[in-house]
């Protein structure tokens, strides 16, 4: 008898112990798509800006400086702070290009199960 309830107690413990690892790469797997989405997101605004640079405009449309200076108040990137108004196209695709880099460094070396 002392026997099936050592065995019930250390199967209890295992399923602890997978449940708080299976919560752990749950929370691990949801930060990193996150991080991707937010990645593409930016990779989406610097395409925009790219195609005003091809046209060769010259203003920053107000829809799009709004997102980004948004963007950047959300990442707390000094740009955030500024007046969409007064964002350049330059100073946009510059502070895009600092928060993406931000990002793919914190995804350096994390492996999932695409990648594998």
Known sequence: MARILGSG?????????ISTLRERWQAE?????????????IDQL???LEMLNIAEETQLPAELAVRVQRLAAEMEHPLGNRAAEDITIAESMDALYDLQDG????????????EV
């Open 9 to 17: 107690r250390m199967i209890e413990e295992t399923s602890v112990q």
């Open 29 to 41: 797997r949801e930060l990193r798509y996150a991080r991707r989405n937010r990645i593409r997101h």
């Open 46 to 48: 610097l395409d925009e």
């Open 103 to 114: 990002l793919m460094l914190t995804l350096e070396g994390v492996e999932d199960e695409e």
